[in-house]
């Protein structure tokens, strides 16, 4: 199992396409100049001792020695050995409405990016809890199976937008029924879904499938994204708002949360129901209810006694750094004048 201490410190790899673009125009404005001075051949004979080839060479010795350091400034570890846990905690399953409508602007940014950043600091306050995320608008998709790996459900989380569902609408009856699909009933833990929704277009039937997650003690929360005001639903065009959806009438479309809906589906999954704010996600409250779920135990297998590499790379990158400073720009005269292969 491979991870890195600070990956952040990758990001600094960024600069590598700069650096090549820098050194092919200043090499490229250095034969122009030679080329001004006269005929190629002449100006060779004039200066023998000028090589071509050494400052790229040099450049590429730099250029990995700095990849060598960026790597190991960002400590890369190896889990040398992996460990079977017991641990005490409920399953969570996150269901998270990703049709257009929450891209409606009543909750800052939008009701979806602060549906994530409130899901972000829910997985930021487990510990022994599993968590998996479902997405779903006129479909139902499983983002994230059930886990104890909190990098990777953020990692999960922040590439969820309105473009990975490619059916729109609000299929909240089919998003409990994956979610449903998803737990594993056999090992006893206590079950939870979080549903994070607007509830507008509501238009399978979530009512016979909160039923069914109830005959198996799965508890239903349900957090109200957006205002019964509502807002209107922007159009984007390469990352830029244009305008405002309309309909055929010409008139703006208004998303409004449907606030009835979820709290029918909440009462039917002996759940509690929290219209988010912009001050206040909900989740806390949500989360208080969870923690008064009875944690029964499961086997978790984790990665242990991870150790660090960076030295490998630290020095690779030293080793680089002094044959870079070794090689000389100019040729070595001695022995472009050995001819190994002439007959005498």
Not at 7 to 29: G, H, S, Y
Not at 189 to 213: F, R, W, Y
Request: aromatic share 8%; hydrophobic share 45%; glycine share 6%.
């Amino acid at each position: 199992m491979l991870r890195f201490e600070h990956i952040e410190f990758l990001w600094a790899l960024a600069l590598i396409p700069f650096m090549v673009i820098v050194f092919l125009m200043v090499r490229k404005w250095k034969k122009k100049a030679l080329l001004s001075l006269g005929d190629p051949h002449t100006v060779r004979r004039m200066m023998p001792e000028a090589s071509l080839s050494r400052p790229g060479l040099k450049f590429v010795l730099f250029a990995l020695a700095y990849t060598s350091l960026v790597v190991g400034a960002a400590n890369p570890q190896i889990g040398t050995k992996m460990e079977e846990t017991k641990r005490n905690g409920a399953d969570l399953m996150i269901l998270l409405d990703v049709s257009n409508s929450m891209l409606a602007g009543d909750l800052a940014p939008n009701r979806l990016e602060n549906a994530k950043r409130a899901i972000s600091q829910l997985i930021d306050n487990l510990h022994n809890d599993r968590i998996g995320i479902i997405i779903f608008a006129g479909e139902a998709y499983v983002q994230l199976p059930i886990t104890t790996d909190y990098s990777a459900a953020k990692l999960f989380l922040n590439n969820i937008t309105t473009d990975i569902v490619p059916t729109q609408g609000t299929a909240i009856g089919a998003a409990i029924d994956m979610g449903m699909k998803s737990f594993n009933f056999v090992n006893g833990t206590s079950k939870a879904m979080i549903l994070m929704t607007d509830g507008e277009n509501h238009e399978d039937d979530a009512v016979s499938a909160v039923k069914q997650a109830r005959a198996k003690d799965v508890t239903i929360h349900v957090i109200g994204l957006g205002t019964p005001e509502g807002a209107p639903l922007p159009i984007y065009r390469n990352g830029q708002p244009v305008g405002f959806r309309t309909d055929e009438a010409g008139k703006t479309v208004v998303s409004k949360l449907n606030e009835e809906m979820c709290k029918e589906i909440s009462q039917m999954g002996n759940g509690v129901y929290v219209r988010a704010s912009n001050a206040n996600s909900g989740l806390n409250i949500v989360m208080d209810q969870v923690n008064k779920m009875e944690k029964k135990g499961y086997d978790s297998k984790m990665f242990k006694n991870y150790e660090d590499r960076f030295q490998f790379f630290l020095g690779f990158a030293l080793l680089l750094l002094v044959l870079e400073f070794l090689i000389s720009n100019r040729r070595n005269m001695k022995l472009s004048e050995l001819n190994l292969f002439e007959v005498r």
